[in-house]
């Protein structure tokens, strides 16, 4: 049996509160890489305490930095996570499986997503398979300002252990996050043309969003927590074209 290696990769800025929780969960892999975009808290200092290989690189974009950390990389294999991500046991297990004898050029690893502690099981935010673990070489992040996919050149199979996913511990981070996330989405709406001002976007399709996810994919089951969380996604989708409205105007004067 061929011994493969695998390598991590991880982009970061400012994230002591997340980033020990995650290399703790991949110690076990052969290499770690840390791309940070200047970060002045304490992340540096925990990369470099479970021996990763930190690398200083000014911002290119969420897909050209992961981009950069996959370069960095010298494993056969190469696992990108989120520093707000961690790999659990039964998914570290499988990974160390998975590459010695490969199906597939790349795989699909589900995702429990966390929203004030609560793992969110409906409306649409599970499984939420993410193409994670690739072949060194066989793939690149797309180029998009936000929501960057991992595009493979070569089949995909899916793992079943999860990645958990922890980016929404209070209710300010979540805000904060579509606060900046609209910003980039009304960026990327308005690159082909400005955009006028929609009643339907900004009023109407917030609601019938609300309405499919909470109501029809069952996001009621998930409680308070869920309720909160469907609610103000509605707000991150007004947000966004209504941004973009503002964008395009502000460009014709």
Known sequence: MVCLSLSVVIITLNEEANLARTLQSV????????????STDRTREIAE?????????????FAGQKNFALGK???DWILSLDADEEVEPALADEISTAIKTPSAAGFYIPRKNFFLGRWIRHGGFYPDRKLRLSRRGTAQFEDRLVHEDLH??????NLRGHLLHRAYPTLASYLDHMNRYSSLGAQMAVAHGPRGFSFTDIVL?????????YVLRGGF???????????????????KYAK??????ARTG
């Open 221 to 239: 089951l998930d409680g308070r927590e869920g309720l909160l969380l469907h609610l103000y996604h509605t707000q991150y989708v007004s947000w």
């Open 205 to 213: 399709r917030p609601r019938l969003t609300f309405f499919y996810n």
């Open 152 to 157: 493979l050149n070569g089949a995909a199979s």
């Open 73 to 75: 990389a010298s494993g």
């Open 49 to 61: 305490s479970f021996h990763a290989k930190f690398f200083v690189e000014p911002w290119r974009g």
């Open 27 to 38: 110690a076990w892999a052969d290499e770690i890489v840390v791309v940070d975009s200047g």
């Open 244 to 249: 973009a409205w503002e964008r395009s105007r």
